[in-house]
């Protein structure tokens, strides 16, 4: 039987559940049919969105973490900060 690494498992889950809680969302806008509601909807998935992706990198670097040298983790936790940035503005 094929054995998923924990790290993998993990960051697929928290996926899963982030996809789901979309296509939740989405019906809810669906059913309610109404703009304000669809939107503030819209504003909190955009809060959860970013934190999905820090909670998944998190976990992909501490899986990784013993074999990278702290340089590469540094570029990568680097990477994942311009994102964040590039998403406030």
Do not use: C, H, Y
């Amino acid at each position: 039987m094929l054995e998923l690494d924990k790290a993998v498992l993990g960051m697929a889950v928290l996926r899963l559940l982030s996809g789901s809680t979309e296509l939740v969302a989405a019906a809810f806008m669906l059913k309610w049919n109404q703009i304000e509601k669809a939107l503030a909807l819209n504003a909190v998935l955009a809060l959860v969105g970013p934190l999905v992706l820090i909670t998944t990198t998190a976990i992909g670097l501490v899986g990784i973490a013993d074999a990278l040298p702290l340089s590469k983790l540094l570029l990568i936790l680097a990477g994942v900060a311009l994102v964040l940035i590039g998403l406030r503005a």
